[in-house]
């Protein structure tokens, strides 16, 4: 299993550009979801997804899209980039519902993300 | 919705000893208390979980406990070794709903050989 994986490990963009943040899990877990990590503000969620064709928003959607067309992708687009949108975004999934012992999100590698 | 808070933001301890983080939450509803470990650079990794139906839970050198009528939990490292070296996230859910993990704003841990 290749587990979570993000594509770019790392971008930079102009202001108003767009672009696509790339996640892909291989564990056939119904859950996955998007944060972004600020320094000395922890890991916020940005949207979620509970499986193909469902998505809801989190802490901090705005600026922000995604679509859940299959159980393994859940891309985040990002429409217009602003400087505000700098940080590292994390990818994350698990099984939906009780999994065992714990209920444990695998976090992917990271994209971070700078924008001028 | 959820509110946790976590303290120290920092903690520098010397190897041997004891390090302990503590988090507070505000939605009695929570029942699912992970703990994650993030070395520089790396992905956020789940080191120990804990559910409300348990006021404490040990793994070799790491523990948490829970507090359920306070609505706090803490994580104790003990033994410290420069290894532990790391920032260490708390974070709270519902896993009746599952939907959104709430995530303190990390301790940066720092053990001196």
């Known amino acids: 299993n290749a587990g979570v994986t993000q594509t770019p490990k790392f971008q930079v963009l102009k202001t108003g550009q767009s672009m696509t943040l790339q996640c892909a899990q291989d564990?056939?877990?119904?859950?996955m979801s998007w944060y972004r990590q600020d320094p000395g503000m922890g890991l916020r969620l940005i949207h979620y997804s509970v499986g193909a064709g469902i998505t809801d928003q989190g802490e901090v959607p705005n600026g922000y899209n995604v679509s859940r067309s299959t159980t393994e992708d859940f891309p985040l687009r990002l429409l217009s980039a602003a400087p505000s949108q700098t940080s590292v975004y994390f990818c994350?999934?698990?099984?939906?519902?009780?999994?065992?012992?714990?209920?444990?999100?695998?976090f992917g590698p990271g994209t971070r993300l700078t924008v001028l | 919705g959820e509110n946790v808070e976590q303290h120290p933001s920092t903690l520098s301890v010397q190897e041997g000893d004891s390090a302990v983080i503590k988090c507070t939450y505000s939605?009695?509803?929570?029942?699912?208390f992970p703990w994650y470990k993030q070395e520089l650079g790396k992905r956020p990794q789940l080191i120990i979980d804990?559910?409300?139906?348990?006021g404490e839970k040990k793994d070799q050198r790491i523990a948490v406990t829970l507090n359920k009528t306070a609505k706090h939990f803490s994580l104790h490292i003990t033994e410290t070794q420069p290894e532990d070296s790391a920032v260490y996230f708390c974070a709270a859910s519902n896993y009746n709903t599952g939907n959104q993990f709430y995530f303190g704003t990390g301790t940066s841990l720092t053990v001196i050989p």
């Open positions: 939605d009695s509803a929570s029942n699912y």
């Open positions: 804990i559910r409300s139906n348990v």
């Open positions: 564990m056939n877990h119904e859950y």
């Open positions: 994350a999934s698990k099984p939906w519902g009780l999994a065992g012992d714990t209920d444990t999100q695998y």
